[in-house]
């Protein structure tokens, strides 16, 4: 049963999201003007939490009863079921398709996109997959993809999230910065679940290893590799090159290296920043891998890009 506290946050919210600027922008693609909602909440908050029990929103967590959604592009149609997560790339066609006429809440999570790039995508850069995901909303402006999380520890992450509601139900002078390592704090949660929701039975022994390097990629070797799966690095090193052609330093290397210009591209990162996040001890040492394996320095890439 809800708190008296978190039940007051939650009507408040709900009370405040009909009133939120909901305005549309047109917005120009190569072949026609679509439509995309503007950013709702004042310019100096760079996250919002809504809750609304209404039959339209385009994010996020069922926190009571079931709802579904439905892609603009691609017809994707999905039931989020209580205590599952939606998780959609911005600029997305987005509805909820309301099929009963039960009462559901939904707590939704908004991010303005500077933020998420320069704060919380540095944690989500091990998993590769993960990582790409988000960064394909820099890359294919009007994506359809979505994340649909079924979360196993849900305790956790209801508790988590009405915190979050009755912070910023009640806001402080300080209530932005206290939001964000709470933030923090779900999307690791949400990068737990989805490495766990992607794992498959049929992956092979390669697969696997491979895989660990991506979420290990800023600090893996070749004897923690070995360690982790219980055999001798000499035999993991003949595997890869065996399978894949490619020696475990090369492997790392790519794999850094397709990160780096995904950063570069996508992102306003600095070089020092981006060098961290790949495992690099100083920007120097980026500088050097970098120019190798490119022929142009960083900033010679970046300069080719525009």
């Keep these: 049963m809800k708190s008296d506290i978190l039940?007051?946050?939650?009507?408040k919210l709900s009370r405040h999201f009909a009133a939120r600027n909901w305005k549309y922008l047109d917005i120009?693609?190569?072949?026609?003007?679509?439509?995309?909602f503007a950013w709702p909440g004042s310019p100096e908050e760079n996250i919002m939490i809504c809750v609304h029990r209404q039959d339209f929103f385009f994010f996020n967590f069922a926190y009571e009863g079931n709802y579904s959604a439905l892609s603009y592009k691609s017809n994707n149609y999905i039931t989020?079921?209580?205590?599952?997560?939606?998780?959609?790339?911005?600029?997305?066609g987005y509805a909820l398709y309301a099929h009963s006429e039960k009462e559901f809440t939904i707590i939704g999570i908004l991010i303005q996109k500077e933020t998420f790039?320069?704060?919380?995508?540095?944690?989500?850069?091990?998993?590769?997959k993960l990582f790409r995901f988000f960064l394909n909303a820099q890359?294919?402006?009007y994506s359809e993809e979505f994340i649909h999380l079924h979360f196993n520890d849900t305790c956790n992450i209801r508790t988590l999230l009405e915190m979050m509601v009755i912070e910023y139900a009640n806001p402080q002078e300080d209530t932005q910065a206290v939001l964000q390592p709470m933030v923090l704090t779900l999307l690791m949660y949400v990068a737990r679940q989805y490495k766990l929701s992607e794992i498959h039975k049929n992956e092979t022994l390669?697969?696997?290893?491979?895989?660990?390097?991506?979420?290990?990629n800023d600090c893996i070797k070749l004897k923690?590799?070995?360690?982790?799966f219980s055999y001798h690095p000499n035999y993991v090193s003949a595997l890869l090159h065996r399978e894949l052609g490619k020696s475990f330093s090369e492997i790392v290397l790519e794999q850094r290296m397709e990160k780096a210009v995904s950063l570069l591209k996508n992102t306003s990162l600095s070089i020092e920043?981006?060098?961290g996040m790949l495992g690099y001890s100083n920007s120097s040492n980026f500088y050097k891998a970098f120019r190798k394996y490119y022929q142009q320095t960083p900033r010679e890439f970046i300069t080719t890009q525009k």
Excluded: W
């Design 7 to 11: 039940k007051s946050a939650i009507d």
């Design 28 to 36: 120009a693609t190569e072949k026609t003007i679509e439509k995309s």
């Design 80 to 92: 989020i079921q209580e205590n599952e997560c939606y998780i959609g790339q911005p600029f997305s």
């Design 117 to 128: 790039f320069k704060i919380f995508l540095p944690i989500l850069s091990a998993d590769t």
């Design 139 to 141: 890359t294919n402006k």
């Design 206 to 216: 390669s697969d696997k290893i491979i895989r660990y390097i991506s979420e290990h």
């Design 224 to 228: 923690d590799v070995a360690r982790h």
């Design 273 to 275: 920043k981006i060098a």
